[in-house]
């Protein structure tokens, strides 16, 4: 039987913090998808097509991984793709209280899932998508943070809405 990951998320836009993730999740499961979330109550800079495109063009060398969208309950996305383990990462203690918060909700929705946490590589643990838009947005470096085509769409993004 083979397992298959959920990795949810709003990937607004995805980062080196979240391919970190994926990366290192995708040989310890036959399948790895990244969900991206299409309602979502963030503010998102980027459409749910482009934010899917990004993460296709930056994953598109692991072989085990598909990306999809997904609208309402992520529990529900888990079960029409057979998931069996929801897949999040964990970047330091703040992020725990969110999570295991998250994970009980979903485990009481779904209780044949199991939400497995990957600590972030101790390189990324700073890193979120808010933060990288906002540097973006006045003109800082965003090199270290996201894959170099994000970097570039994001500040073509960011160019044409200021003008
Ligand atoms: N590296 C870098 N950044 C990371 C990261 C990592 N490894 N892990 C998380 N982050 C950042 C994200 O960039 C994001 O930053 P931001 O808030 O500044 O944009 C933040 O941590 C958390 O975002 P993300 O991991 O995308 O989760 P989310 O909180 O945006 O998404 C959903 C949460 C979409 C998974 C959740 O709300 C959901 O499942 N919604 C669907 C509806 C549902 O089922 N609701 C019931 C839930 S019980």
Known sequence: MSTIAIYPGTFDPITLGHVDIVVRASPMF???ILA???STSKNTIFSVEERIELASKVLEKIQNVKIIQFNGLMVDCAKENNASVILRGLRAVSDFEYEFQLAGMN????????????????KYTYISSSLVREIAKFGGDITDFVPKVVKN???????????
């Open 36 to 38: 991206v979330a299409g």
């Open 107 to 122: 485990r009481k929705l779904m209780p044949e899932a199991d939400t497995i946490f990957l600590p972030t590589s101790e």
């Open 30 to 32: 036959d399948q790895v």
């Open 153 to 163: 769409v994001l500040i073509d993004k960011l160019a044409a809405s200021s003008r």
